[in-house]
């Protein structure tokens, strides 16, 4: 059971250069997320995706775009990368809009490192 | 809007020890209540789980309890282990809002031989 599979695991990055995390789920969820996790500051939302063919900007949405591909995958992309985006980004998945009883189930991250 | 707030960390405590992790919520409707658990080096994982008022969900040793009237939900384990050792995150979920949910800003815990 891969459950949601991010790549890379780890990148590092020069400034203005840009890129694509990339996630997958095999769950047959609806909805996806992309996290931030920042030292001191908890998980904060970037965008979501409720279902296949929707997105919507999160707490922190600048400087990111997103791409809902199909139904199983939701990628994010950095198109000129900034230190301050230097970051451990998760993807995240669950069942549907209006299960509330569902929880989210995360990737293990993307640690990126912009120099 | 809603809000979760934990206990500030880092929570450092012997083998065996007695753990409470606060966690109070502030929600406009009747969410669900969760708390996850991340170790070093991997994503967010659920710990367990309430939907309702009154509900304890439990897991691993691990308790919490829904508790409406003080807006509450501690996390609590009777004797804790080097391998509890990990950020506990409490978070909540209503049905709308795309099933998003609100995250507390995690609390380390470390646990000494």
């Known amino acids: 059971n891969a459950g949601v599979t991010q790549t890379p695991k780890f990148q590092v990055l020069k400034t203005g250069q840009s890129m694509t995390l990339q996630c997958a789920q095999d769950m047959n969820h609806n909805s996806m997320y992309w996290y931030r996790q920042d030292p001191g500051m908890g998980l904060r939302l970037i965008y979501y995706s409720a279902s296949e063919g929707t997105t919507d900007k999160g707490e922190v949405p600048n400087g990111y775009n997103v791409s809902r591909l199909n139904k199983r995958e939701f990628s994010l992309r950095l198109e000129s990368a900034a230190p301050s985006q230097t970051s451990v980004y998760f993807c995240?998945?669950?069942?549907?809009?209006?299960?509330?009883?569902?929880?989210?189930?995360f990737g293990d991250g993307t640690r990126l490192s912009i120099l | 809007g809603n809000s979760v707030t934990q206990m500030e960390g880092p929570v450092t405590l012997s083998e065996e020890a007695f753990l409470t992790i606060n966690c109070t919520y502030t929600?406009?409707?009747?969410?669900?209540l969760f708390w996850y658990v991340q170790y070093p080096g991997e994503g967010l994982q659920l710990l367990l789980k309430?939907?309702?008022?009154?509900d304890k969900g439990s897991n691993k040793g691990f308790e919490a309890t829904y508790r409406k009237e003080t807006t509450s939900f501690h996390l609590e384990k009777g004797s804790v282990q080097v391998s509890d050792s990990a950020v506990y995150f409490c978070a909540l979920s209503e049905g709308t809002n795309a099933g998003k949910s609100t995250f507390g800003d995690g609390t380390t815990l470390t646990v000494k031989p």
């Open positions: 309430a939907t309702k008022a009154d």
């Open positions: 995240a998945s669950s069942e549907r809009v209006g299960r509330a009883d569902q929880p989210q189930h």
């Open positions: 929600a406009t409707g009747y969410p669900s």
